[in-house]
């Protein structure tokens, strides 16, 4: 870690690279390489991209060498103000493709009730589920940046599209706290 960070704070003297990123790290790696750059009077990561979504893994999920953003990351990014990137933010497309199933993972206890919370919002705003997630993503707390992968100019007008939403806080706060 000592030697990825040194490696990345040459290309940042050399300003070929402005900030760094990490992904997949558990919160306790990112404190380490925060400690080693203090240390070492580095710049540590300013940047998580974790897998992350509105439906939440259940309980002993595994995701081989990926690893969906937690408590533990939550707490620390609102503790150090680093920022988040949700990757897999519409888990491929099955909230909205007929075709697409959720991953095994993410048919958890509270995976109905978050499902139909999403479209009570969506037909009482005419917003998508996608755009719902997105939206909720960037606004609740800790706010997240999604990775938009969009395959058609349909898909990305459509992401875009949630920037224009409004929700109430109540909306938003329903979506939060639908659990089982
Ligand atoms: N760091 C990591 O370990 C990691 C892991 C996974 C992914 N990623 C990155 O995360 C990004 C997102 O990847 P992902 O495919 O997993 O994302 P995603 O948000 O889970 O799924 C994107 C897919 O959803 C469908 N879709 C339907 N409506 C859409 C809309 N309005 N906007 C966007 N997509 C829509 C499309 O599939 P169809 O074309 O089939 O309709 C699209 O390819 C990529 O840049 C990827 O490289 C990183």
Redesign the pocket.
């Known amino acids: 870690m000592e030697e990825t960070l040194e490696a990345f704070n040459e290309l940042i003297t050399e300003g070929k690279v402005r900030a760094i990123g990490a992904?997949?790290f558990k919160a306790w790696r990112l404190e380490r390489a925060r400690q080693i750059a203090e240390r070492n009077h580095r710049q540590s990561y300013s940047a998580i991209?974790?897998?992350y979504?509105y439906l939440r893994p259940k309980s002993g999920w595994d995701f081989g060498?990926?690893?969906a953003a937690n408590q533990d990351l939550f707490e620390f990014i609102e503790d150090t103000g680093i920022s988040l990137v949700a990757?897999?933010?519409?888990?491929?497309?099955?909230?909205?493709?007929p075709n697409?199933e959720f991953k095994e993972q993410y048919q958890g206890p509270d995976t109905d009730i978050r499902l139909a919370i999403l479209d009570k919002i969506a037909a009482e705003t005419g917003a998508?589920r996608?755009?719902l997630v997105y939206y909720w993503l960037m606004n609740r707390k800790p706010n997240a940046i999604?990775?938009?992968?969009?395959?058609?100019d349909?898909?990305?007008?459509?992401?875009v599209g949630s920037l224009e939403l409004e929700l109430s806080e109540d909306m938003l706060k329903a979506m939060t706290e639908a659990k089982f």
């Open positions: 992904s997949n991209q974790q897998r979504s060498d990926q690893v990757d897999s933010p519409l888990l491929q497309g099955a909230y909205t493709n697409k998508t996608n755009q999604p990775l938009i992968a969009a395959t058609t349909e898909q990305f007008e459509e992401a």
